[in-house]
């Protein structure tokens, strides 16, 4: 690292006179430090002179934070590999070694920002620790821990989520809806916005004291069951097949007469194959153009008219691309709407992005099903809501002109 960027580190914007000599004076003492026993006239070891700023040699294993993101790191593929129960507890001793606020008392902008970035990874762990202890029955133990950072973060929607979660399989269905309400009164008073999809769907599952919210036996039992993959175990059962499926019939109303855009309707038709064929890729169809000219009507009437060759169900969504006044809908969001409406509960939605786009592909797999996304912003919204195997539809409504989509 050059002089300079120490400089900016250490300072930022407005560094001493003198800088570059205290820089010089704080790498003396810092050698010292590292190492003690040094003799004097021995070169360093550790912080070493190189052009025009210093290079530390650290060895592997050194640094506490390293050591903390490589069982983070070891967790992820063991609980990728199924191995839920390993995880938890390689999580569990990762955080009992984190020790206060890191880099406490340290100034200036690097360590500032290096404060919040391991505060959030950090918080992050601690969801995902959460998440496991509850998908391995250990709801009870989970509450007081997940009340108490509720408090601290209530703006954290995944907290509330699983403090719902935990205290409603300990008989506690009164506690979680308080629980809820709290988080949507703080998301409305200081946001101005509702709570996600994910929580809201929660809310309506533990009103209607829905029973895929109840432990597993092998949760009850202390033991998650056992994925092969980064998706939830019962998306590999043997007796999947005998499942039935959620159909979801999305779809808006279509106008009781439409009339024109006869050309616009001919053009679109013209991508399916014949009628009694299955669409040999999976088929986009991108509708776009200003503001108000029926491009969604378009749509609806098109997916009611074609909505017979995809049996396995329709799936709408508004991505709010252009809306003034409700915020966009990300990728995640909508991901985790779909996933909600066919029917996976929600103790069996995994916590990030890909997983979930995984999840839903999967599901998507050799099935026939129309997706209608409308007022998409750009493609990087649309890409993870594209199914990965041939059989299906999407249509896909836009401002603006949609490139790229198949490559997505």
Request: hydrophobic share 40%; net charge negative.
């Amino acid at each position: 690292v050059t002089v300079g960027e120490l400089v900016d580190a250490v300072w930022g914007e407005e560094p001493p006179t003198a800088a570059v000599s205290v820089l010089r004076t704080y790498v003396s003492r810092l050698r010292k430090v590292l190492e003690p026993g040094r003799a004097a006239g021995e070169p360093p070891r550790v912080v070493v002179s190189a052009a025009d700023g210093y290079l530390v040699r650290v060895p592997e294993g050194a640094l506490d934070v390293g050591v903390f993101e490589a069982r983070l790191a070891e967790a992820k593929k063991l609980r990728a590999a199924g191995e839920v129960s390993a995880a938890g507890e390689l999580l569990h001793t990762a955080l009992d070694e984190w020790e206060g606020t890191p880099l406490a008392g340290l100034p200036g902008p690097l360590a500032e920002a290096e404060r919040s970035r391991l505060h959030e990874e950090r918080l992050n762990t601690l969801e995902t620790r959460l998440e496991i202890d509850v998908q391995l029955g250990r709801h009870s133990e989970a509450i007081a821990e997940l009340t108490s950072l509720t408090g601290e973060h209530p703006l954290r929607e995944q907290l509330c989520r699983l403090l719902m979660l935990a205290l409603y399989r300990s008989g506690r269905q009164a506690d979680a809806l308080a629980a809820y309400r709290r988080t949507r009164s703080t998301l409305v008073t200081e946001l101005g916005i509702e709570p996600g999809a994910p929580l809201r769907e929660l809310h309506h599952r533990i009103l209607a004291a829905d029973r895929s919210l109840d432990p597993s036996p092998a949760a009850r039992d202390g033991d998650a069951p056992e994925t092969p993959a980064d998706l939830p175990a019962w998306l590999h059962s043997p007796d999947r097949a005998a499942t039935s499926v959620a159909r979801p019939a999305q779809l808006p109303a279509d106008l009781p007469t439409f009339t024109g855009r006869q050309a616009e309707l001919e053009q679109t038709q013209a991508l399916l194959p014949e009628d009694r064929e299955s669409p040999a890729t999976v088929v986009i169809s991108a509708i776009d153009g200003m503001a108000a000219i029926g491009k969604t009507t378009l749509a609806v009437h098109w997916a009611h008219r074609i909505a017979h060759r995809f049996p396995d169900g329709q799936l709408f969504i508004n991505l709010r691309g252009f809306d003034p006044v409700a915020p966009i809908v990300t990728p995640g969001e909508a991901i985790r709407t779909f996933l909600d409406a066919l029917d996976v509960p929600p103790q069996r939605i995994p916590v990030g992005l890909d997983a979930q786009v995984a999840l839903y592909r999967s599901l998507l797999a050799n099935r026939r099903v129309l997706i209608l996304l409308d007022n998409a912003r750009d493609t990087d919204q649309v890409r993870p809501l594209l199914p990965g195997s041939p059989g299906s539809l999407v249509i896909v409504t836009s401002r603006n002109e949609l490139t790229g989509l198949v490559a997505g």
